[in-house]
Each structure stands twice: as C-alpha cells, then as structure tokens.
C-alpha cells in the first residue's frame, strides 16, 4: 500500500468547497503573510538553520516571518555566514521584542552542535551539496523534521540512504523545490496528469549551461573559515575562493553541475506531471562537454534522454528555453518561472472534476506547507523519496555523459542493469571520519 | 573586474563559451550526435586523448592543484576511451595508473588523481598498490576512494588488512569502507576492536556493524546494547540505537525477520528516544503488518502527535491487501474516537478492500461515524456504494453528494449513468445527473442528453443540462439547440441557454457556431425558443451574432425583450462603439436604453482595447447620457477602467449630488487598481473622494481598503521604467555583472528602448518579477525611475535583488552586489544623499538562472516614511 500523493477527498472539499475546483491562481505574495497570531514561545515549533549561505538565509527569512516559528539558532563553518544570519535573526526578533532587543540566537561552527540540542524541533538544511546525506542523516536520527535544500543528494546512494533514514525515523522532510508549490507549475502538471494533453510521449527540461573558470591558485583561508570541516566528505583541496560557496556547485567533488542544479527543479516537475514521481528510467543516454582545464568540471553543454518502462522520454538539455515541456498526443504545456503556455490554448483555462487528479495546494507557500505538516505528521508536498527518484535522473544523466554511452537502469533496484563500470558510479568514499 | 587575474577570469570564460556556440549547435540538433571525443576533435586536447603525448604521464605526475590540468584531462579521457575497450586495453591504463599511484616522487595531487581513475578502472591487479597507501596520512582517503568500489575480494581483504595496521581517523576510515562493502569477513574482526578501541573507533564500528545487516553483525549489537543498563536514557543521537535499526532493516529486506524482530525490540525499549521508539514499531510494522495491527490502531489516539502520526502513516502505508482487511476488521471492535481516526486512516490508505466494512457502518454507526464513513468512501468507494451514497445526497446529505463524484473507482462513471435510466425516484435521478456533471464522466452524455429531453421531472433535466454544460462536445451542438428551441420553463431555459453556451465554447469555429445557432433561431416557430436561441447569441457576442440580434430588437414581445435583453449584456468589448451609436439612433426609448446598457458593460472590458481610448469613450457616452440615472451608469463603467485619466472623467461628476456618490466610489476603486503604479494619484483620489461624501459608509469603507492596500506598498518604489533583458555571448549570471550596456552612464552607446513595467509584473510588497517581463537566464536587465524631493535629504534604499544588482543615482554607482541569491526584502541597504528637484535611480540587476525580481523601498535615513518625496516616470 502506499499513501495517496495527491489531494485526499477531505482536503479537496476543504479546498474546492465540495464544487468543481478553480482555474489555477498565481500564488500570492501576501497569501504567504499568515494570518497566524504569534503564538506563546513554548508552542512555536523551534528552527536552526545549517548552512548560512544565500540560500540557507532566503530560507530562513521566510521561516522568520512565521508567528508560530521561532528560529533558536545558526551554524555554518564560515563565521562571517553564520554571524550574518545570527544578526538577522536577533534584528527581526527584537523589532517586535517590547525592548527592542533580542540575544536568542545561538551561532555554531559545528552543526552537530545545534542538531544535539533538544529544544530544537526542525532544522533547515541549506548547505553545500556534498554535506546534504551527512546533515540531513544526523538531523533525522536526532529526531529533527527537516527543510532541505535541493539538490537532494551528491550520489544516488546517498539519496536512498537519506530517504531510508528520514522514512525510518518518520521525519517530515519537505524539499526545497518549491516549483510544486507554485500555481504555474501545478496547473501544468494537472493538465497532464488528468490526460489533456493525451499520451506524453516527450518531456523536455531546458536547464542552464554551466561555465568554466581558471585554475585557481591555492590561496590562504580566510581567518574565522573552518575549511576542513567545509570540505568535510569531500577529498582534501587546498583552498581558493572560486571553490567555496555559491560556486561549489560547478566542481562534480560539491555537487553536479547545472545538471543536478537545475534538473533537481525541472525533471521533478517532469516526473510530477508525468505521474512517475516515484520511480525512474530504464535507460539513460547523452552527451556533453566538460571543461578541460580549470577548476570548476562540471558539464557545459548538455544533452541527455532518460526513456521510461511507459515510453515516454525525458530530454534534459541547456540548449532549450528554461523550463519544462511536455508533449502529448494531443497537444503540449510548457510551463517556467513566469510563463504558462499550451495547445490548445484553452487549456489554460482548464478545470478538474472531483474524481480528477488534484495535486496539493499547499496553503501559504512552500515553506509554510512544511511547518503545517511538522504540526500535522502528513507528508508535505515535495517529499524526500520523491526527490531522490528526481536527483537520480541527475545523476543517471551525469554518469551516462561521464561514461559517453548509455547505460541501463532498474528502477526497482536501484541498480544498474549488468553495468559494473556504471555501478562504481552509485557512490563514493567521504573522507574520514565521515560516513553516512 | 580590477585586477588582472579576474580580467583573465573572464577572458578564458569568454573563449570557453565561443567554443560553447558550436557545441550548443550539435547538441540542439538530432540525438545522439557525435560523442563528447569525436564532437570535440578538433581541439588539441581531445586529438592528444585520441594520441596521447608520449610526456602526459609525466605532466600528470608533477600536476599541482591551481596549475593546468589538461594532462589529467587527457588521461581521464584515456580511462573513459579504455573502458569502451577490451580487458588488455582496460589492464594497459590501469597499470599506467598504479604506476602513477606507485611513484613516490609524484605529487600527492597526482597520485590522488590516480587513485579517482583506479575507482573507475581498477582491478584486483591495483589493490597492492592502493593499499599500500592506505596508511598515508595524506592518501589513504583516496586508496579507500577506489578500493571501496573495486568489486572484488581482494580489496575487501587489503581493507581488512589494514586495520592492524592503522589508528585514529585513517582507521575509522577504513571502517567506513568495509561497512559500505557491506563486508561480513569484517565482523568478527572489528568485534575484536571493540574492547581495546577508543571511543570513535568504537562508534564507528558500532555503525559499520548496522550497514553490514547480517546475523553475525546483528549478536554483537544485541549484545552491545543489552550491556547498557535498562531504561537508562540514551542521547538523541545514539548511534547504536541507529546501527540497531538500519541493520534490522537490512535483516527484513533479507528475510531475517526474526532476528530484525529481536532488534527493534531492542531499539524500541524504555530509555531510548522517542523517535528511536516510533521507528522500531515501524520496523515491526512492515516486518508484521497484520500482528502489529492492533498495536497501532490503539495508538491512533495517543495524546502525543508524533505516535498518533505515526500510527496513521503505518495504516496509510504497511503491507498488502490482507493488511486492508486486518484494519477493516477492527474497525467492528473500536468505537468513539479510535473509530473515527481508524475509518480516515483507511481512507487515506486509499484501498478499495475496506469499502464494505467501512459502508457497514455507514448504515449502522453513530452520527460521527456515519459521516465519517460516508466521507471515506469518496476515497474507497466503488460501484456498489452508488445507490446508498445517491440516496443519502438526494436526503440533504453534502458529504455523500461529494463521495459520490470524487468515488476513484473506474466502472462508478456506468454505473451512475446506468441508474439515471433505471431509478425510480426523481430526486435521486437529479443527484446521479448532477453527479455525472462533477465527475466529468464524458462517456455518459447520451445518457445526460436522453435525461434532459425525456425525463418526466423539471429538476432532472436541469441537473442533466447542467452536466451537459460541462460535458457536451460541439458533435451535441445540435441536439442540445434543439433541447433548447423546446423548453418553455424559464428556470430550465436558463440552464439550456448555459449548456448551449458552455458546448458552442467547444466548437473551435467561433463563426461556425453562430451559423449554427442563427440556423436553429430560423427553423424555431416558438417565441420563447427564438427567445432562448437569441440570448445564447448574445452571450455568445461577435459581428455576425449582434447582426442577427439587432434584427429581433423591435420585435414583439419575449422576443422583443429577449434581444434587447442580449444586447444590454454585450460580452464583446469590440462592439462597443456598434453599441454607442445604436444608444444614439435606436428608433425607441427601449433599444437605445438597452443598447446604452450594453456599451457601458463592454467598452470597459479589459484587453479591449488602451485604457484611455475607453476613457475616451465614455466621453462620449457621458454626452449621450439623457438623464443622471444613465450618468450614474455610465459612470459604473468607468470604474472598471485601472487608469489615472479614469480619475478626471470621475471628478466632473463630484461636484453634482445625484452623481456624487457614485463618482466617489469611481475614485477609490480607480485609486485601488492604479495604487501600485501611481501611489500620489490614488492618495490624491481617495482624498476627494472621502472630501467629497465624508459621510458615506460604502465610501469610506472602499476608501479604507484603498489606503490599506497602499500602506503595504508604502515607500516602495513601483513606478518604474525598465530596459533588456540584456545577454552577453559567454556571460553567466555572474559574469554579466560586469558587463556594462547602453543603460548604464559609462556603458557603450546605443539606443536604449524605456518601457513601462507592466502591473502583472508588480507584485506585493513592491515586488516587480522581471521574469513576468522575460523569463531568461544568464542575463541583466535596467530599472529606471526619477525620485522627486522637495528639498535636498539624506534617504535610505533598501534593496532586495535576486539576483545581483549595481546602483546608480545621478549618474553616480553608489552600491553594488554581485551575488546569486533569492530577493530578500532590505538584503542592502544604502543610504543617499537626494538633491533637491529630480534625482534619477538606476538599477542594474542580474539573472543566472531562476527567480528574477527586484524590491526596492526609499525610506527615512532612520528608516521611517521620508515626507517632500515622489515618484515620476522619466519623460
């Protein structure tokens, strides 16, 4: 048996007003303002933020907006990170403090240190790729429910161990891709889903290129810069600032590229419309140009097809228009941050009965959805197995552009089909002493 | 870009996306095109992969991080070349590696990427040379890095091995291997580490031990954790705790379950954590999903929310059919509160095997409990639950009228269909012809057709009409203008006039449809059918309809009325000036009226046409007007149209008392919809507004939201010009910072096109999505505006970007940003000096890839409300 993944009939009465549902809304900004009246600090849920980057901190400043959540403290292994967000934290607090000061917030270098205490309900995981398994792993074995950034995973045995822990341990785990939350991107996969478009054949995700740069030179680290402890898993690297960072993300020992990036957003909407969230290819095939020289190694340019038990074929590629389109039997939706389109046209007006594919709507945003379902129990909308099946492709397409041919996969299994060479590629070794 | 190293920075970005035009062509192209080798060939690199240089092994192994890597390039496509090729060629590179990886006098950095290669390519020839590095305090991470992969025996053994030989960090790592190999050799072992290990050795053992999974593994962390002392507390993190579980996991998916049952109960006793505890009763949960059943249906009602959760998630998810049953099964021995949370729990295990039990007690529970089970059989419910969920809506019941449409079960759709024609009583059949509608259940339109034109009772047929509405497709045009010519009830004539609407929609022809309906108008004899036909053409709008319309206007009677009717309710903004000169030359009060009517709902439709040509219309409209009461109306029009110049048409009509309060609340509602473009205007406008009618309650009311809204927007700039996006070929989201355009004062010349930033662009608080204006990526576009202060000041700009943003004011850069981040409002802030009269801010912001956006609010230099302040659009 497994658990409904889309609305349940009382959440779409609840929702619909027990009628036909409406065309879709654009989200809207103040919907994410809560009508919540700040609760007493003893029943606000308890937040720590890893990872005090711009995505940890765009994360946090949302968290921080919500009555009924109190953010208690930070970590991050660079202290001018994790000071920032500390200020950020005390300032917001102590603009509604009668004082008009505030001093609850702890600062961390260490993030076990903030996942070992137990007034903590909730973290947000906003680091570097490479520490996503080891982090959200440790948070959910402490009993922590957890917001985490995407891409979900570094390997795609890191993903399954991640979602293992997580379902082992019953966390609630919403994952950054809040694509599923957004109007758009829900309308468009409805469509498909309830069969508009006719039999898909073809999804295509256009993604960013990535780039290249120069060969480094090592360089000193920064005074307060925990450097070993950033690289933590990852092989040891002298330090140089086009490594760390926002820029981590183009060295395939961080993270993998645009292709995991970018493909963390676009190949889960592909699979959310596609209905096939929670399984994945039978083969992947592509090409790709990876840089010859300079530090960063992730792919450039890019092409490859995942092709599923169904048929159907998912192209992710950066010579295509940012976002996702499908293409059916009888007619296409291509939906990206700011523009809907389809054939017919009229689908965009489109409405679904109630024994209809109703995909959640979450009430007041993405980051909002996930502290609703830390109250609840309920799964949120972009749940952790979901985003491993989604990374997974990522990463199926890497090792195929790696490998320069295409490899064959068991989406049962998780493993590939009499591919040795393929299979050394499911994982790798952390540094010592890390291990997930 | 200040100095030369970030100047070459760029210089290499830029050559490496020239070369990027090419690959982008063969890639866009049809698939699969070259490989990355053979697409590439005619660079030096990859014609050396094809025939390496005889000195790249010895460029690879003086190679140091920070210097060029073309070397290991060069080799890594060697490996990737081999690995397509036979055993000799696969054995030829590896032995060329482990002589790198042997070579004392190689860089560290050359024989740890020897080492990533042997993790590809590596044979059980290159583990003597791998595990001769695993003591090395710089290597061994990367020994482990290809032996943890090599599937063969002897890297297990070389691991093993090494554990004597080793202490500390380098030692735990390699625990950490053979946990990952899985490696069972390695039990007995580490158990004998145990007693002499330091305490993160032993740790570390501890979880090797859980990812293991086996028997062995299994006794010695039973044994392990029998040796603490009972119910004492254990840390929130306790890794045995966790070993003990993950390697129960391993035993149930390997058919261990009795030994994975001796763990969780292990894991599940007194004194470990409360999360320790709920994933071991998950663990026994899959293990025993029937014997559990009891078990966590009791706790479904558990006061703590993590056990009651957890229990509801463990009904939703274990086992088979058998375990549907189970839980059914108990639901005849619950009662109360357990009852309820049992019957909603199945429903969201959503499994069709609980549906009878579950309608069981739809008919014998409680009040709550009936509910609950009708509202779970939406979820569960199949064809045989269609006859008593009918009947309970025809009765009043909302949640059974629900269940009845969102029922999964694909036959439910017949058989609704099917007792529409067969049950007896009227009130029933209404429920099942309305139901059919919700479901969309198109397969059963003959049978809605057939209940619309021949059932006996009223309120069937517009129920059947009603779901026609939704379901007809342009092939029952025919049939439902039929149904429609014929109807005689003005309540179902209404609905037929819907139904007839709705499918004519469906009919991908506009001008074939009104052919259509004008055709059916022709053949009618009845008045009240010709009466029908001709408000479908007038919802239906377009030329050849208001043609057909404008010819019955003077007819007698209904159908008289029912085209003067149509055309008081035009939908079609195009025929507003038809509509205005037929207001003029109409041959009777009643037409021209009713024609008068129809501009003033059409000439302020959106999209139409510009806002101000609308004005301008109404200008005239105003002229024609005979009376207040038309003025009034008119004037109710105007409300419709989001633009200043709306405002001066509304203020004539303040000064006169009929018209006063009416062009009040023209103000404020004109106020609201332009509040977010021109804040100065809609304060103005509301302010005569409330002088005007000070005290009207409606307008005061109106007026307060106005001003509301407008508080949320307060100081945020919104009146903004904006020019791009702008691409650099080469340039990513951060390299494009750098890249000076036409818009900026020291940018290059060239002509720079200023455009309105649209109001669907505006977001809350002061938001503007540039990805409304163009999605894109790698890219950079300009906001432009002139802030106007009545005296020179001091202001803070509190900026938000996603992504990076550069700042001018007056020509001046005063910040700066070059970051990818999400728009956090206030991320920057700035303080400005504001000269007196026009001070012109320019924004630059970037985009690599994602949200786009930019929120910029001009305060106080203490960040108050900065009274002598206002916005104007550059001219």
Same mark, same amino acid.
């Given at each position: ?39 007493? !600090? ?32 930070? !970590? ?157 898993? !990852? ?202 | ?875």
């Amino acid at each position: 048996m497994s658990q409904r993944k889309t609305l349940t009939r009382r959440q779409f009465v609840s929702r619909a007003g027990a009628t036909v549902a409406a065309p879709f809304v654009l989200p809207s900004l103040a919907a994410a303002a809560s009508g919540l009246r700040r609760p007493p !600090a003893s029943e606000r849920i308890t937040m720590g933020l890893i990872g005090c980057g711009g995505m940890g901190r765009g994360d946090m400043g949302e968290f921080l907006g919500m009555p009924d959540v109190q953010v208690l403290a930070v !970590a991050d292994p660079d202290v001018v990170q994790r000071n920032a967000a500390q200020k950020e934290v005390e300032q917001r607090y102590a603009a509604e403090s009668a004082s008009g000061t505030y001093k609850g917030c702890a600062s961390y270098n260490d993030f076990r240190d903030l996942l070992a205490r137990d007034d903590i309900d909730c973290v947000i995981q906003a680091t570097p790729d490479h520490w996503h398994a080891l982090v959200v792993t440790k948070a959910a074995r402490a009993g922590k429910d957890i917001y985490g950034e995407k891409p979900l995973s570094l390997t795609i045995q890191q993903g399954r161990v991640m979602s293992d822990t997580v379902h082992r341990y019953g966390r609630v785990f919403q994952t950054g891709s809040q694509q599923r939350s957004d109007g758009r991107f829900r309308h468009a996969c409805e469509l498909v889903r309830n069969g508009r478009i006719g039999k898909v054949h073809t999804v295509t995700c256009g993604l960013p290129g990535g780039s290249t740069t120069g060969n480094n030179p090592p360089l000193p680290v920064p005074d307060g810069f925990d450097y070993d402890l950033w690289l933590g898993p !990852a092989p040891a690297a002298p330090y140089c600032d086009q490594r760390t960072h926002w820029n981590f993300r183009w060295i395939l020992d961080y993270s993998g590229g645009q292709v995991t990036d970018w493909g963390a957003h676009h190949i889960d909407i592909a699979h959310w419309g596609l209905g096939l969230a929670r399984t994945g290819p039978i083969s992947v095939e592509g090409v790709a140009e990876f840089p010859k020289d300079g530090l960063w190694n992730a792919a450039i340019d890019y092409r490859f097809v995942a092709k599923y038990a169904t048929g159907v074929e998912i192209v992710c590629t950066n010579a295509f228009e940012n976002g996702v389109k499908w293409e059916g039997e009888d007619g296409w939706v291509f939906v990206s941050r700011g523009r809907i389109d389809a054939e017919p046209k009229s689908l965009l007006q489109e409405t679904f009965g109630p024994n209809e594919v109703h995909l959640l709507r979450p009430e007041g945003g993405h980051r909002r959805n996930f502290i609703d379902c830390v109250k609840s129990r309920r799964e949120p909308i972009a749940p952790i197995e979901e985003a491993h099946r989604t990374i997974t492709v990522a990463h199926l397409g890497n090792i195929a552009m790696q490998l320069g041919r295409e490899v064959k996969w068991n989406p049962d299994t998780e493993r590939f089909v009499d591919d040795p060479q393929a299979e050394r590629m499911r994982d790798r070794a952390m540094r010592e002493p890390w291990t997930l | 870009m200040k100095d030369s190293d970030e100047t070459k920075k760029m210089k290499n970005n830029q050559q490496t996306w020239m070369m990027r035009g090419a690959i982008a062509a063969a890639l866009s192209g049809a698939f699969l095109v070259p490989t990355v080798a053979a697409s590439a060939a005619a660079t030096p690199v990859d014609a050396a992969i094809a025939a390496p240089r005889a000195d790249v092994w010895e460029q690879a192994a003086g190679f140091e991080q920070g210097k060029s890597r073309v070397a290991l390039t060069e080799i890594e496509g060697l490996v990737t070349t081999a690995l397509k090729g036979d055993e000799a060629q696969r054995a030829g590179v590896a032995g060329r590696l482990v002589d790198l990886v042997s070579n004392a006098q190689a860089t560290t950095a050359a024989r740890a990427f020897a080492c990533r290669q042997l993790a590809r390519i590596g044979s059980k020839e290159s583990v003597p040379a791998l595990a001769m590095l695993l003591t090395d305090a710089h290597l061994s991470h990367m020994a482990r890095y290809a032996l943890q992969r090599i599937p063969h025996e002897e890297a297990g053994k070389a691991l093993r091995e090494s554990l004597a030989k080793t202490s500390g960090e380098l030692r735990i790592g390699i625990v950490n291997s053979l946990g990952e190999r899985r490696d069972a050799a390695a039990v007995p072992i580490v158990d004998g580490l145990l007693t002499s290990a330091d305490r993160d050795t032993a740790l570390a053992i501890v979880e090797m031990l859980g990812k293991v999974g086996n028997e062995a593994a299994a006794e010695v962390l039973a044994r392990l954790e029998r040796m603490r002392v009972p119910g004492a507390a254990t840390t929130p993190t306790d890794r045995l705790a966790d070993a003990l579980l993950r390697c129960a996991d391993a035993l149930a998916t390997d058919g261990h379950g009795k030994r994975a049952r001796e763990l969780y109960s292990l894991a599940g006793r007194e004194g470990h954590h409360r999360h320790v505890r709920i994933a071991a009763l998950r663990g026994l949960a899959f293990l025993q999903p029937i014997e559990t059943a009891p078990m966590v249906a009791d706790l479904l009602t558990s006061k703590d929310p993590l056990w009651s959760g957890a229990a509801r998630e463990l009904i939703a998810e274990v086992g088979n059919e058998n375990t549907t049953l189970a839980y059914a099964g108990l639901l005849a021995d619950t009662e109360g509160e357990q009852r309820l949370r049992l019957i909603e729990a199945l429903e969201e295990r959503g499994d069709p095997n609980a549906a009878p039990e579950v309608m069981a007690l739809m008919l014998t529970g409680d009040h709550d409990t009936i509910v609950a089970a009708i509202q779970a059989l939406g979820a569960i419910g199949d064809d045989t639950c269609v006859s008593s969920l009918a009947l309970l809506a025809s009765a009043g019941s909302e949640d059974a009228r629900v269940s009845l449409s969102t029922m999964p079960t694909p036959n439910v759709d017949a058989a609704i269909g099917a007792a529409l024609g067969s049950e007896p009583v009227s009130e029933v059949r209404a429920v099942l012809a309305a139901a059919l509608g919700e479901r969309r259940a198109a397969g059963q339109v003959p049978a809605l057709l057939k209940a619309a034109s021949e059932d006996r009772f009223r309120d069937v047929r517009i129920a059947a009409l009603d779901s026609l509405g939704v379901l007809a497709g342009g092939e029952d045009l025919g049939k439902l203008l039929g149904i429609a010519a014929k109807v005689e009830d003005p309540a179902e004539a209404s609905c037929a006039i819907d139904a007839v609407v709705a499918t004519a929609g469906r009919v991908p022809d506009a001008d074939a449809r009104t052919r259509r309906v004008i055709a059916a108008l022709g053949s009618t004899p009845a008045a009240e059918g010709k009466a029908s036909l001709l408000r479908v053409l007038g919802r239906l709008g377009g030329e050849r309809a208001l043609i057909a319309v404008s010819g019955q206007l003077y007819a007698d009677g209904v159908v008289g009325a029912s085209a003067r009717a149509a055309i008081a309710e035009w939908p079609d903004g195009a025929a507003a000036e038809t509509l205005l000169g037929l207001a003029k030359t109409g041959r009777t009060p009643a037409v021209r009226e009713a024609a008068f009517r129809g501009f003033v709902a059409t000439a302020g439709v959106s999209g139409a046409r510009a806002p101000r040509e609308a004005v301008e219309l109404f200008r005239r409209a105003f002229e024609l007007a005979e009376n207040d009461a038309e003025k009034n109306l008119a004037l109710s029009g105007v409300a419709n149209l989001a633009d200043p110049a709306a405002l001066d048409l509304a203020d004539r009509f303040l000064a006169g008392e009929p018209t006063r309060r009416r062009a009040a609340l023209v103000l404020v509602t004109v106020a609201n919809a332009i509040g977010d473009r021109d804040q100065g205007a809609a304060r103005a406008a509301i302010e005569r507004a409330t002088g005007a009618c000070p005290d009207d309650a409606e307008v005061r009311r109106l007026a307060g939201a106005a001003l509301d809204r407008l508080e949320r927007f307060e100081d945020y700039v919104t009146l903004w010009h904006y020019a791009g996006p702008y691409r650099e070929e080469g340039a990513d989201g951060t390299a494009i910072f750098s890249v000076a355009f036409p818009p900026e004062p020291d940018g290059p010349e060239g002509a720079v096109e200023w455009r309105d930033v649209p109001a669907e662009a505006i977001g809350e608080p002061g938001r503007i999505d540039l990805n409304a204006i163009a999605s894109t990526s790698n890219a950079c576009a300009y906001l432009r505006t002139i802030v106007v202060a009545e005296k020179a000041c001091r202001a803070r700009l509190e900026i938000g970007t996603d992504d990076g943003v550069v700042v001018w004011l007056n020509g001046e850069r005063v910040h700066e940003n070059n970051v990818m981040r999400a728009l956090g409002l206030g991320a920057d802030v700035v303080t400005v000096l504001l000269h007196e009269g026009a001070n012109v801010l320019l924004l630059k912001v970037t985009q690599g890839g994602g949200d786009w956006g930019a929120a910029v609010r001009l305060r106080s230099e203490d960040g108050r409300h900065q009274d002598g302040l206002h916005l104007e659009l550059p001219g």
